[in-house]
């Protein structure tokens, strides 16, 4: 007598399972990225020349652009994902006391602590520093603070004593350029929230990815064509950096039917690595690089999964890499070699990113939940139940008078 045991049938693990909570690797994962940004801006911060992953990315992107991409691609699934169990009002509430609050601060760093610092030690007067105006430190602030960066330096500082301002002049974060790229992003995700657009019709999210890989190519075939039918669209960044945003978008969209699989993985590795090396990697590795981020957070070992799972250090060291390897070009650190000078520049970015999210981007992310994030449907019963009861007391008043 034989009894056949059929195996069990082996669970397929979805991107939304895989991803659930905080038991993935997002997190170092977002870390590695931002100091792959690092080690790209170590060459020409340094002295050392050009990226060189640039010319073996078939001249497509350095090293630390594919990083960029990377973030961007995790950013469209992750804020997606928000922007999909929230309202209008407590999204864009979110998701600007996610990116200003600490966006500021680097500002004020380099304006009032980095810039003063340089200037006293090259013994000039400090009533010459702080001039209003374009040019000096309070021009900084003013013409930053949105986001776009139109003034990127102060003064002369750095102009002359480090190598990048040799070639750029005056430069105290080249970093920060992205960040309003990133912000139209998540505006673009906010109308759509607020047209109901992922309780009602997902599909757009795929028909707007699969407008811009349409532009994207068309970009490549003609790069003057947009610009000339579109201005907006003559900038290539704002095509490059929405279209791998969006794909991290429809794998938010879509994460109940995207399937982590070992052999997809491996696959899109093949093609993210073959697309960089010989071209294609923004029309074809796209996708492939998304769904390759998102598999390696899957698939991690369970120590990767624990780190960073609670404090995001990314945007920290983001926003304070270029400055203080500009600063420590500045003090002739580079003179001491290039692997000594990225060693120090991310061990001062990471404990300044330290600072950053204990500091600021924590104590913001707290009041997620306080005055517009509360969310639109719960200010307007407030204000209904406050109309409720002043039009019952005048009511009442008026009884009491025609009592009276």
């Known amino acids: ?49 050009n990226d060189p992953f640039f010319t073996r990315f078939h001249s497509q992107e350095n090293l630390g652009g594919v990083a960029v991409i990377g973030f ?3 950013s469209g699934y992750l804020i997606t994902r928000s922007g999909m169990a929230s309202g209008v009002l407590e999204y864009i509430w979110r998701r600007a006391l996610r990116i200003f609050p ?34 000096g430190p309070f021009g900084y602030i003013s013409l930053n ?34 960040l309003s790229y990133e912000w139209y992003c998540y505006l673009l995700i906010g109308v759509l929230v607020l047209f109901g657009v992922f309780s009602r019709a997902k599909i757009i999210i795929a028909a707007l990815t699969v407008v811009f890989l349409f532009l994207q190519i068309v970009r490549f075939a003609s790069p003057q064509t947009l610009g000339q039918v579109v201005p907006w669209l003559s900038d290539p960044l704002t095509i490059n950096l929405t279209l791998i945003f969006l794909w991290g978008a429809c794998f938010a969209v879509y994460a109940d039917k995207v399937i982590i699989d070992d052999k997809l993985g491996l696959l899109a590795a093949a093609v993210t690595i073959y697309t960089l090396i010989n071209g294609g990697f923004g029309i074809v590795g796209f996708p492939a690089f998304a769904y ?37 070009a500045y003090m002739g650190w580079n003179r001491w070699g290039y692997p000594i000078y990225i060693v120090i520049s991310l061990v001062l970015s990471c404990a300044l990113a330290f600072a950053s999210w204990h500091l600021i981007e924590k104590r913001a992310l707290a009041l997620k939940d306080w005055g517009p994030g509360r969310g639109l449907n719960y200010w307007y019963q407030r204000v209904r139940a406050r109309f409720g009861r002043a039009q019952a007391s005048t009511n009442e008043s008026i009884g009491d008078l025609n009592n009276g």
Do not use: C
């Open 72 to 74: 961007f691609a995790i």
């Open 102 to 135: 600490a966006f500021w601060i680097v500002l004020a760093v380099g304006a009032f602590i980095v810039g003063p610092a340089v200037w006293l030690m090259e013994q000039r007067p400090m009533s010459e520093y702080f001039t209003p105006g374009a040019g």
């Open 292 to 328: 390759l981020l998102m598999w390696l957070a899957v698939r991690a070992p369970t120590p990767f999964k624990k780190m960073f799972s609670k404090n995001d250090y990314s945007y920290g060291i983001y926003l304070y890499g270029f400055l203080v390897q500009q600063f420590a």
């Open 1 to 49: 007598m034989s009894t056949d045991v059929s195996p069990a049938p082996v669970e397929r693990v979805t991107l939304r399972s895989g991803l659930s909570g905080r038991h993935n690797a997002l997190g170092v994962i977002r870390f590695l990225l931002a100091a792959a940004v690092i080690v790209s801006h170590g060459f020409p911060l340094s002295g050392w020349g």
């Open 145 to 178: 603070w949105q986001l776009t960066i139109h003034q990127w330096g102060i003064h002369d500082i750095f102009a002359t004593t480090t190598p990048y301002g040799e070639i750029a002049g005056s430069v105290f974060n080249g970093s920060l350029w992205t």
